[in-house]
């Protein structure tokens, strides 16, 4: 950054393009995309917990777009790697699995971002460092703190004709 001091805003931006670039490049030897590996890693880990989600689910989850999850899992389903089954509690909402062969190349994405996320750690001290912990906290917070478009006028400006 050539010495300029740079505002969070701009270092979260940056870092999480850094990140999405990254993942990108590292899952595409196994034909996926930084979005795609979101949704098959969140599905896997949802499993794990013994949860079939919902689309809507996973899309809380992920953060992406209740669509855009639509779009991806529909794809994903062409390409054998998830399985849409109508909710029998709810017959609109579609639930999301894993095949056999999603979770197999899931678990080999996962292997090749976990190795990327330690290079990414490193700096502060690894995974299970008591700063990466934090950093994780810290990061937790941020997303968890509401970030509701503020009303660029005040209530002053508002009230003059």
Avoid: C
């Avoid at 995974?127 to 990061?139: I, S, V, Y």
């Amino acid at each position: 950054m050539d010495g300029e001091i740079a505002t969070p805003g701009f270092l979260v931006w940056r870092l999480s393009t850094k990140w999405r670039v990254a993942v990108d490049r590292a899952v595409a030897p196994l034909g996926m995309t930084h979005a795609q590996y979101a949704l098959l890693a969140s599905l896997y880990g949802m499993s794990r917990a013994g949860l079939r989600p919902s689309q809507r689910r996973l899309a809380d989850h992920t953060g992406l777009e209740p669509l855009y999850v639509s779009k991806l899992a529909r794809a994903l389903e062409s390409s054998g790697l998830v399985a849409r089954t109508r909710d029998p509690d709810d017959p609109r909402a579609m639930q999301l699995s894993l095949t056999e062969q999603g979770h197999e190349l899931t678990g080999r994405a996962i292997t090749t971002v976990q190795n990327l996320l330690d290079q990414l750690l490193r700096p502060l001290g690894g995974q299970d460092a008591p700063r990466a912990r934090q950093f994780a906290r810290d990061l937790a917070t941020l997303l968890d703190a509401p970030l509701d478009p503020l009303d660029p006028l005040t209530e002053n400006e508002k009230a003059q004709p």
